[in-house]
């Protein structure tokens, strides 16, 4: 079993950074794969980032490549989403999600066996 904790959305403006944070957890955190998800208003779900259970490899959306980073920490169990020029359309509440690492990268939230509770994120123009 795996529960996670997201942190540090909030209300920025467009061009502003924010870092989401995702605590987890477990004392084998690295066997989980984690996905970012975000869902806006009036949309379905969609993947924004993922990264291996090492933290080696890691997977973007075309919509925040070169704008968003993911990362982890294991020793501390915590997985981090650094969102940077950030746009109105960025709007969303952001989920993290850990699933089995043979899906590391996955874009199905149907591949995600856990979630957070989700945090907001809100970009003015």
């Known amino acids: 079993q795996v529960q996670l904790v997201e942190s540090g959305g909030g209300l920025v403006q467009a061009g502003a950074s924010l870092r989401l944070s995702c605590a987890a957890s477990?004392?084998?955190?690295?066997?989980?794969?984690v996905g970012w998800f975000r869902q806006a208003p009036g949309k379905e779900r969609e993947f924004v980032v993922g990264i291996s259970g090492s933290g080696y490899i890691r997977y973007y959306a075309d919509s925040v490549k070169g704008r968003f980073a993911i990362s982890r920490d294991n020793a501390k169990n915590m997985v981090y989403l650094q969102m940077n020029s950030l746009k109105p359309e960025d709007t969303a509440v952001y989920y993290c999600?850990?699933?089995?690492?043979?899906?590391?990268?996955?874009?199905?939230?149907?591949?995600?066996?856990?979630w957070g509770q989700g945090t907001q994120v809100t970009v003015s123009s």
């Open positions: 999600a850990a699933g089995d690492l043979r899906y590391s990268g996955s874009r199905s939230g149907d591949n995600y066996d856990y």
């Open positions: 477990g004392r084998t955190f690295s066997r989980y794969a």
